[in-house]
C-alpha cells in the first residue's frame, strides 16, 4: 500500500495516514477512487460470521494528501478470529455519474491484519 495506516483493534476502525492519490497506479482516465472497508468476525469450527463494513469512501483523483477515517458498525458477536480487509476500486466520472473501470488492475482487495 502507498500509504501507512493503523487499525484500532478494539473498534476496527481503519486510520490511513498521509493518503496521497498520486501515489497510487491510476489508469488514465480515472478520476475517483472508491476505498470499501470491511471487518469480518469468523469461527471456522462453526462457520458463524459477522461482516461489519464502513461506508464507502470516495476521493477524487486531484485530491491532496489527507488523511481518511473508516468507521465499521459495531460487532454483535464474540467470535475468535477477526479479518481486516480494504477493497479498492476505480471510477470515471461522465456527466456527474461514477463508472467502474473494469480493465485488468482497477480493483484491488487487500488483507490487512488477522487477529485471534
Not at 477512487?33 to 461489519?52: M, N, Q, S, W
Amino acid at each position: 500500500m502507498p500509504f501507512e495506516y493503523e487499525i484500532d483493534a478494539e473498534t476496527g476502525v481503519l486510520h490511513i495516514k498521509n493518503l496521497k492519490t498520486s501515489l497510487l497506479q491510476l489508469p488514465k482516465g480515472a478520476t475517483h477512487v472508491a476505498f470499501r472497508y470491511g471487518v469480518l468476525h469468523i469461527d471456522f469450527d462453526t462457520f458463524d460470521y459477522e461482516l461489519c463494513e464502513a461506508p464507502v469512501v470516495w476521493i477524487g483523483t486531484e485530491n491532496t494528501e489527507k488523511q481518511q477515517i473508516l468507521t465499521p458498525v459495531l460487532a454483535t458477536k464474540s467470535l475468535p478470529i477477526t479479518i481486516y480487509v480494504l477493497g479498492m476500486r476505480m471510477y470515471q466520472e461522465h456527466q456527474g455519474v461514477p463508472y467502474m473501470l473494469h480493465s485488468k488492475g482497477n480493483v484491488g482487495v487487500r488483507v490487512l491484519g488477522v487477529k485471534g
